[in-house]
């Protein structure tokens, strides 16, 4: 199987398959339901293929899943990928409005959907599609034994869709295709064997997300067993970990913060942990400093875009004096820094981060504009580069340090001002769990920054304004900050992306 897997391109359904029959009695699948074997994923993913094909499913056409990660949604999610079709997995904390954009524009006549969001939805949600519940689909796939017509995806092939979120208005669709999948994970997967790692996944991110396809799809492709969690609860993800004797997962930021933070957390053993990953969010040096000292195995920070583009990787337990960045390029990638007229930065220097790399989506589904607007094409030589939509500087060891996304830099008076910068110096303050900063409208200088903090338990309401006449002490005068509001939680996604469109509406409420 090492052999197959370190090809330049192969088939994840044959993959998978090839796994089922050399080890048909392994676990291949765990939620909190029960478990499944190689053997009966198999078995179901062609009954589910074979009923799509039958139901009219036509090669290339999505297929939309809307629910809770567990073991229903992943065998859909696989058996979409095998009937030649691709999986349209759609975003729970979505708006009805944009989860009805984001099925349509999928171009699904399929709906897997959970008993939960269809009792939230309603029956008269999608009426046009062919309505399936989750908790159904052992009653409505083939016979036993059926098995789906064949499938030889072309690298071309769409895989998946993946649907943007944080945003306002119907969700970009980013696909990624077959070839894009295989060189993600295919050499990940044969890292695993040929390390000799008996691969346990612990997945507790959405299936829905980018991210969780780290800890879903490169273990499986390895042979290995995958936990999927609904939903993510320090506690039980701390028992599954023990348990399972989970050896690969990954967290975003805001999970790694909150298992920190469980008083529980050092009477669990978690000694069996080779490797977690993270990414999705900034992640805080200090942070990683602890997940260090506190969780045994390496840590690796994945820096890129769903859309793709460059790919940096920083193994924080190799690198501890470069736990600010996010790593270098990995091999493959490539990054240039550009300023706001496309022209290079000397080293050093912020400016706007392009990237190429292996693993590029196929496009924004139905927007080529969109996608346009993406990309960078080289000038002097045709290549064509992804926009990652964050400033950021290179070191002269080669390592990348983000300053902010792009679409946040603050111009005040004519300077630039990246919120990262004003955020550290927040959360240096101890009274400070957690900082972030916008700009607004300023009549006098155009934009001006403001500040939302978390406080830390017991520190009074009252002491923003102390907090904020000590921060804009330390800051320069063209940095400092208008006003500090103080909120109990910080607005973020379900993968803990921090939401600071919610943050604009909340500072217009507060000055309206």
């Known amino acids: ?14 993959i998978l398959s090839a796994w089922a029959e050399r080890q048909p009695d392994k676990p291949a699948l765990r939620d909190d339901a029960g478990e499944m074997s190689w053997a009966e994923l198999d078995g179901r993913v062609e009954r589910l293929a074979a009923k799509l094909v039958e139901t009219g499913l036509e090669r290339g056409q999505s297929v939309a899943i809307l629910g809770t990660s567990c073991i229903a949604y992943a065998l859909v999610f696989l058996a979409a990928v095998r009937a030649g079709g691709v999986a349209a997995p759609l975003t729970t904390s979505a708006s009805r409005e944009q989860l009805e954009g984001m099925a349509k524009d999928s171009g699904a006549r399929h709906l897997f959907i959970d008993d939960g969001k269809n009792a939230e939805l309603g029956e008269d949600f999608l009426p046009g599609f062919d309505r399936i519940a989750l908790e159904e689909i052992d009653a409505w796939m083939a016979p036993e034994g059926t098995k789906a017509p064949a499938f030889d995806p072309d690298p071309a092939d769409h895989f998946n869709i993946i649907y943007s979120s944080g945003t306002t208005g119907v969700p970009k669709g980013i ?48 042979g290995g067993t995958v936990r999927i969690m609904g939903k993510f609860n320090t506690v039980r993800w701390l028992e599954h970990a023990q348990a399972d004797r989970t050896i690969i997962t990954m967290l975003v930021p805001v999970q790694y913060q909150r298992l920190m933070a469980e008083p529980s957390f050092d009477q669990y053993d978690l000694s069996s942990l080779a490797l977690k990953y993270c990414t999705s969010a900034p992640f805080s040096a200090e942070l990683k400093a602890e997940v260090l000292q506190r969780m045994p195995g390496g840590l690796i920070e994945i820096y890129s875009m769903t859309e793709g583009g460059v790919v940096c990787l920083l193994a924080c337990h190799e690198f501890p004096d470069k736990l600010h ?126 500040g939302f903090v978390r406080l830390m338990p017991a520190v009074a309401e009252d002491e923003a304004e102390d907090i904020l006449g000590t921060v804009n002490a330390r800051l320069g005068k063209t940095q400092r900050l208008s006003a500090l509001h103080v909120i109990e939680e910080m607005p973020r996604s379900h993968i803990g992306k921090l939401l600071k469109t919610e943050l604009r509406d909340l500072a217009e409420t507060l000055a309206g």
């Open 175 to 222: 696909v990624h295709s077959h070839q894009m999948r295989w060189r993600q994970f295919a050499a990940t997967a044969s890292s695993y064997i040929d390390a000799g790692l008996e691969v346990r996944s612990l997945a507790s991110t959405p299936l829905y997300s980018n991210t969780t396809m780290v800890a879903f799809l490169a273990p499986l492709l390895a």
């Open 1 to 14: 199987m090492l052999e197959r897997l370190q090809q330049p391109y192969g088939s994840f359904p044959a």
């Open 325 to 450: 960045t996010v790593g270098r390029p990995a091999p493959g990638s490539e990054l240039k820094v550009l300023d706001d007229e496309d022209r290079l930065v000397p080293p050093g220097e912020p400016g706007n981060l392009i990237g190429r790399s292996q693993t590029m989506m196929a496009g924004y589904k139905n927007q080529p504009g969109k996608t346009r607007e993406g990309y960078w094409t080289d000038p002097d030589t045709g290549e064509v580069w992804q926009r990652m939509g964050d400033i950021g500087r290179v070191d002269e060891d080669g390592f990348v340090e983000l300053v902010g996304r792009a679409k946040d830099m603050i111009i005040s008076g004519g300077f630039n001002i990246y919120p990262s910068d004003l955020e550290a110096e927040l959360e240096k303050d101890p009274r400070v769990a957690e900082a972030a900063v916008i700009g607004v409208a300023s009549e006098q200088w155009g934009e001006t920054p403001l």
